[in-house]
């Protein structure tokens, strides 16, 4: 392996490898997968499942890892790029560090069973829990009941509760809804169903969080998962 090293600025150094690839190292795997391995997959979205396949092949990170440090050479010549890139850090550690909020006994998931599907990233802003239809899902804290929806699209039957201070969670793809608008709702209360309605491929709770409006990683927020 060769390595070349060129210093842009005091802040930034660019690092370049230059590796030979191994007789019969696999570059076949397409980076566009199979519907039939989608079809095979049977937990998570499928289509989600499709678009990480393609995000975490061996090419396209090739290919923003090239960018990025592109993106960094033109930082350190521009000043001007240089806060925009600061900027961004700061707002990605923003969303990925612990939230507290105040409450009187925290919060909880929204699931008796916690088993994670498919978690949060850019493509998927929420966290998706694992179950069959007719596990019961609860409000994860105190609140009011902001919107019902029913749908055979998208979210399919859902329901939004807010609970104050800008914080408003999203439960859908319910096969059953057990409140109603505007009704009062303690943490683990009953609200409704796991189900597949709208657009989900298999059981599952598309749990999301969002804080004034901005969706936010909602493990940053519920009780650490027991390993």
Known sequence: MNKL????SPRYRLDLCLVKRRRGESLTEPIIPSFSKIRRVRRGNKISRFFRHIFEHKRTRSILGTNLALFAMASSVFPASGIAVAETQNSIVTVEDKINFETQRGLIFPVESVVISQGYHFFHQAIDFDGKTGDPIFSIMRGEVLEIQYSRF????????????????????LSRIEVERDQRVEMGTKIGEIGATGRAFGDHLHFELRKDGKNINPLTVLPEIEK
Request: no cysteine; charged share 0%; hydrophobic share 45%.
């Open 5 to 8: 090293s060129i210093n842009l």
């Open 154 to 173: 998208a979210y399919g039957n859902a329901v939004l509760i807010s609970h104050g201070n800008g914080l408003v969670s999203l439960y859908a793809h």
